[in-house]
């Protein structure tokens, strides 16, 4: 089939390399635009647009789905099917209505579980077991789309969202690529998603990152792997704010105050409403990140200290 594929973060490369490497011509490639990134706020292609240049394939980056210019050129392409992966805009009904199968999204879920923004990192959060990988026909509605296909993924106790995102993408390019196989060989039809086990994933803000230690550890922990790589998990120490990589739950340990801290020469525990949890990587404001216990050698603590 001839195909349009939309995307735009690292996530989304290994689909379109597996389109790329298929025997579908990728015709063009639709993502975000440019934008400004690093310290020095230059602008930067997104990752799916970089890999589109090496593969010479065209990238349109429109900055609304509904630009006229953006679908005149997709109905000039014609393509038969336009797969997406986390493209990151709405699509208007022109733009649904320009190829013959549709658009065909890869969600990370198993829906109707968890639709919207943020569905790995819901999943964690909400202490999921098992997670997993849906390709389905995109319509108006927010992933309410019918199902073409799906495929499961065990969440490891340790997974972060990065840890998690890296298998889906990576398993679930494939079960698009077969999505695109069966739509071309007429053999694959959607089925429409049950009305019960219905949930929404809302975007996490990095305000949603900040650790309450008043909480406890089960879901201390489970918020900074779910915000990790992002939007980032964090708390302050002396009123600035510290960066949090994964803790660690130590059930069997008598922990300090909610926000206590405990240095010992290999790990820094933390009090939380039930047992504490040791600190991992940590990352200061203007310094690197550094294991816990390197961070309190440094910072000289004293009795009164404590995360908030």
Known sequence: ??????????TSVPALDALLASDHEVAAVVTRPDARSGRGRHLEASPVAVRAAEAGVEALKP??????????????????????????????REALDIPRHGWVNLHFSLLPAWRGAAPVQRAILHGDDVTGAATFQIEEGLDTGPVYGVLTEPIRPTDTTGDLVGRLAVAGAGLLLDTMNGIEAGVLEPRPQPTEGVSHAAKLNPEDGRVDWRTPALHIDRLVRACTPAPGAWTTFRDARLKLGPVRPVPDAEGPAPGELRA????????????????????????????AADWVRGVDLTDKDALR
């Open 264 to 291: 010992g020469k290999k790990e820094v525990l933390v009090g939380t409403a039930t047992h504490p949890v040791a600190l991992g990587d940590v990352q200061p404001q203007g310094k690197r990140r550094m294991a």
């Open 63 to 92: 900055a609304k789905a509904r630009d006229p210019e953006v679908l005149d050129r997709l109905r000039a392409i014609a393509p038969d099917c336009c797969p997406v992966v986390a493209y990151g805009a709405l699509l208007p």
């Open 1 to 10: 089939m001839r195909l349009v594929f939309a995307g735009t973060p690292e």
